[in-house]
């Protein structure tokens, strides 16, 4: 089953999104994330779409704006493809190779749950940057709450899927990662998610025999297709990295884990790295980004100018004295 949520006549709806695009509007809701914190998992999220699909139809699915399919409290960007992390890695600090202790753990930053934007909305330039970047990605949706999960426990935890492209500004990523934290104002700018959350049990049929979805991704710039990849290449799976997000804390409805950026031209600045050149250039305004993902849909977006960064002073030197 599919949801989205999305805005017509002033107003917010969820609703089941059927394959000819009929929308089928929840009674009373206007939260998909509310919908799923009020439930325990897959199960209550499935009978509260078949119950929608009792009433009447809403509008086609071209005649409304799609919202971000959820608005999580907290959205964990995970990097698990090694040929990105061979390639990125190259292009930001100029390191050939993948480091020994990323094969050690599932490695996530957290990013900015209050910029996000739906599968269609124009995406502004960061404030001060002139290198965007796009992110071809896969996130999960968690639908039940828990805490120190085994992968197998994890699966169940897992509601559904959703395009996610993390927008990066690769100039202000180098720059602030020099000191040894971040990502932090390359990331802060956009995510987009969309088209719509497709429930766990529709992408059943893509799982290969070791766990993970064998799904096609395509990344197109101004429709010339830059970067085509599976998902299957993720080096751990969704259930893995539940698990280890949950270690030592909790995971909650609503949360979400992207899959980080995969290879072969999931993003430009992998490219960057393997040529030793910005080819192709970054992207600029009036440049439109599609990502595709088999099963899931596609996200559209097309870049717009943003504003100006608010000029700060630099930070002072300070004497250090003491009381």
């Known amino acids: 089953?599919?949801?989205?949520?999305?805005?017509?006549?002033?107003?917010?709806?969820?609703?089941?999104?059927?394959?000819?695009?009929?929308?089928?509007?929840?009674?009373?809701?206007?939260?998909?994330?509310?919908?799923?914190?009020?439930?325990?998992?897959?199960?209550?999220?499935?009978?509260?779409?078949?119950?929608?699909l009792d009433v009447p139809p809403g509008p086609h699915v071209s005649k409304v704006r799609l919202l971000p399919p959820l608005q999580p409290s907290s959205v964990r960007d995970f990097v698990t493809f090694e040929e990105h992390v061979e390639g990125v890695r190259k292009a930001v600090d100029g390191i050939a190779g993948v480091p020994e202790q990323w094969y050690a753990a599932p490695t996530f930053y957290f990013t900015n749950p209050h910029a996000l934007f739906g599968a269609h909305d124009d995406i502004p330039m960061p404030p001060g940057s002139t290198a965007l970047d796009y992110e071809l990605e896969v996130a999960a949706v968690i639908g039940r709450e828990g805490s120190d999960l085994t992968p197998e426990q994890a699966r169940d935890h897992i509601i559904g899927y959703t395009v996610f492209n993390d927008w990066s500004a690769r100039d202000l990523q180098s720059a602030e990662m020099t000191v040894g934290l971040g990502p932090c104002k390359g990331k802060d700018t956009a995510t987009t998610l969309g088209p719509y959350l497709v429930t766990a049990d529709e992408l059943e049929p893509y799982r290969d025999a070791e766990g993970f979805l064998r799904l096609a991704l395509t990344?197109?710039?101004?429709?010339?297709?830059?970067?085509?990849?599976?998902?299957?290449?993720?080096?751990?799976?969704?259930?893995?990295?539940a698990a280890y997000a949950s270690r030592g804390t909790r995971i909650v409805p609503g949360d979400i884990l992207g899959s980080g950026t995969c290879g072969n031209g999931g993003c430009l600045a992998e490219l960057w790295g393997l040529r030793g050149e910005q080819t192709p250039a970054p992207l600029k305004p009036g440049d439109t980004v599609a990502l595709t993902v088999e099963g899931i849909g596609t996200v559209s977006n097309t870049v717009v100018t943003g504003a100006a960064p608010v000029v700060l002073p630099n930070g002072r030197r300070r004497s250090r004295e003491r009381p």
Not at 4 to 11: E, F, G, K, S, V
Not at 38 to 47: I, N
């Open 219 to 241: 990344a197109s710039v101004n429709g010339q297709v830059i970067g085509k990849d599976l998902l299957s290449n993720m080096s751990w799976t969704f259930e893995e990295m």
């Open 1 to 52: 089953m599919r949801f989205a949520t999305y805005a017509h006549q002033h107003r917010t709806r969820v609703a089941v999104v059927e394959a000819d695009g009929t929308l089928y509007p929840l009674p009373g809701t206007t939260s998909l994330t509310e919908l799923i914190r009020s439930g325990d998992g897959l199960p209550a999220l499935l009978d509260a779409g078949a119950a929608a």
